[in-house]
């Protein structure tokens, strides 16, 4: 098989990472589950059985040079063995491990047995494992209930993965996503959870995740979602109406936090927002976001335009800092700029220590296809919370919540103050953005906070890309620009290439998806079936390369999964 043509930079990155003494478990897992979602077990097994030997008293590089010697077919009773050391050794990930590797084997009724014990181990000690890691337990009890002949509980286990409607063969067990389209993206299944005493966060019942803070005069909304019924639904499970929120904190006007305000004002409702929230608003109505994915049906604003738009008025807009008591409950006001966009305000509970960000993090730093976003707006905030010091940081999406926390912050600083610093001395010596993305930067600071690594590497490429953007041209310094061409005249000149004949393009996707470039394989398809629609052989191909690139972005890059599974037809149902 030929070499890979375009590596993979966060899987080289967290290669590295992964060795450095003290590294993160969440590196290594990150790391692993990247490589099983996409059927890298060979590359898994050689690295993992390295560090292993590496770290001989660590029980967790044991437990994955296991698994992928299991999965990966080569001497399976000593994998069974390593999984068997590890596990006695440590309690998690070594029976999440062993019970996935179990229950991928053909059937035997005692390897199926231990595969259920162990998975539903991990079940009853969830909450100590990342919700995105669960979906992959129920897909394994399906098969591990299947090979001991409870159909019952198969099925069941089956329907709790949610995976019912992926096409057979696609490996999407590594999320806990859920897409469709009528309902949108979400993160994860809805559920309402309470980080502190009087607080309900709503996360899973939109794109963007919502809270409702209980005081003496009512509730008070942080966010809103993208649409009003999901908000609705979301205040009835908080055992909550409209009718109980008195204010309503906005923490900027993108169509997943404003979107679906109508489930929430009704007369007398205070609207807090950031004094540039209405500009902002403007703008962003004025956005057409291209994809049905990020949205659903029902949207305030965004990829639908709704019947009648709600008209938004601000009752008090936020200059300055501003202590706001409500009921007796005392919120901070803090307005920055923020990584996203102009209008971002951050809301701190000083009695609980609780703040909510928004969207300051998000590592796309605005919407990908807007002319927005900052990495010094980005920077910034971050200063501001290690200055602030709270004791949670809740933020706009389930799953910067849980990987961008204090922890992480204190390390994402350096490291990015660090790449920034970096990619602008590139840029000013005339780098193309790939050359700048081929570098890898992967800051020394960062072994000084393992819990950084994760998140740095989330957000690596795409502030790169907005630094890049935002301070070159439209023509590149190696020519690229000067003469933008269509996609259709650029499949016009590859069917020359090709000699007018389909066979061509298939065989070349079909060659770069056996060698892990999913990318190109679409590319070339794609093309081919611009000038070629009628041929079947394309179709497929281009179908199994958006297969392999949601595959490889379930884990680090929900924008691009969403919007792979939307151009795949793939529809995902909420995972137990």
Known sequence: M??????????EALKVAARWPGADRV???????????????ADGMRYFERLAADQPDQPLPLALAGFFRVRAGEDIPAGLAQLDDAASRDLGPAQY????????????????????????????????????????????????YAALGDEGNAAAAADRSGLAGVPAGTRLEFNGFWVNADEGFHFGTPRIVEPAPGVQVAQGYDFGDFAFVRTGDGAVAIDAGTAAHRVRSALADAGLSAEDVSHVIVTHAHFDHAGGLGGLLRPGTSLIAQAGFQDE???QRANFVPFQNFTGRGAGFGRGRPAEPVTVAVDQPISEPTSVSIGGTEFVLY?????????????????????????????????????????????????????????????????????FTLDAVAGL???????????????????????????????????EHPAAVAPFLVMRDHFVQRLYHQRTGYWDADGQGLEPV???????????????????????????LAQGDHALALEIATAGLTRHPDTAALADLRQQALYRLMERHQLQD????LIYAEMAGVELAPSA
């Open 2 to 11: 030929a070499e890979q043509i375009v590596k993979d930079r966060v899987v």
């Open 27 to 41: 590196t290594l897992v990150t790391l692993a589950t990247i490589l099983a979602g996409t059927g890298a077990d």
């Open 97 to 144: 491990f062993r019970g996935l590797a179990l229950a991928g084997l053909p059937p035997d009724a005692g390897r199926a047995a231990q595969a259920v014990q162990d998975l539903e181990f991990v079940l009853a000690v969830r909450d100590q494992f990342p919700r995105q890691m669960i979906r992959a337990v129920h897909h394994a009890l399906s098969s591990a």
């Open 281 to 283: 608003l403007e703008r």
């Open 335 to 403: 307005p920055v700029t923020g990584g996203e966009t102009d209008d971002a305000l951050m809301a701190y509970l000083p009695a609980s220590g609780v703040l909510f960000t928004g969207d300051v993090m998000m590592p796309y730093l605005g919407a990908p296809f807007f002319a927005e976003g900052s990495p010094e707006g980005l920077l910034e905030s971050l200063r501001f919370i290690t200055e602030l010091k709270p004791r949670t940081l809740i933020q706009g999406h389930t799953v910067l919540t849980e990987v």
């Open 413 to 447: 600083l350096p490291a990015l103050t660090q790449l920034r610093d970096d990619a602008v001395a590139g840029i000013a010596r005339g780098l193309t953005l790939t050359a700048l993305l081929d570098a890898s930067f992967l800051p020394d600071v960062l072994r």
């Open 486 to 512: 269509a996609p259709a005249a650029r499949s016009a000149a590859l069917d020359l290439l090709a000699g007018g004949r389909p066979e061509p393009f298939a065989d070349a996707a079909t060659a770069l």
């Open 558 to 561: 929900p924008f691009r999964f």
